[in-house]
């Protein structure tokens, strides 16, 4: 089946798969060809694509899939491979949400340090899972 990953800066990947794991907003997804068709919210998490060649991992910041018996397509707001993460940034931005959510100043938008610290992490995870995969 085709998966087609899109941002509003690019196309990221097109590609036919055999499954794709994601995690919806309200549970995790198994893609094989021939799914029910789907709509659904996607959550900061990494996204697993299973191909011939072995298993890849996106870092994926939350979006939508659309499923269709044979094509697959995920609107997200980023998402990258292991190989585009800048570590030392994502560390960075772990560090610096981490620190606004231990001591809060007034004007500190909790919400937002809290998205900002699990996109990191998130892309401080597949970064680190890269080496466990097969490529």
């Known amino acids: 089946m085709r998966l087609d990953i899109v941002t509003p800066d690019r196309m ?55 499923v269709r018996p044979q094509k697959i397509t995920i609107l997200a707001s980023c998402a990258e491979l292991p190989a585009e993460i800048d570590i030392e940034r994502a ?12 001591s809060p100043l007034p004007d500190t938008d909790v919400r937002r340090a809290e998205v900002a610290l699990k996109r990191a992490m998130m892309r401080l995870k597949v970064v680190q899972s890269k080496t466990n995969l097969i490529m």
Not at 48 to 65: K, M, P, V, Y
């Open 91 to 102: 560390e960075s931005a772990k560090e610096r949400a981490e620190n606004r959510l231990r």
């Open 12 to 66: 990221v990947y097109s590609a036919d798969v055999n499954m794709v794991i994601a995690r919806a907003t309200d549970g995790d997804l198994g893609i094989l060809p021939g799914h029910a068709p789907l709509i659904a919210g996607l959550d900061i998490w990494p996204l697993r694509i299973q191909t011939d060649e072995g298993e890849q991992q996106f870092a994926l910041c939350g979006g939508f899939i659309e």
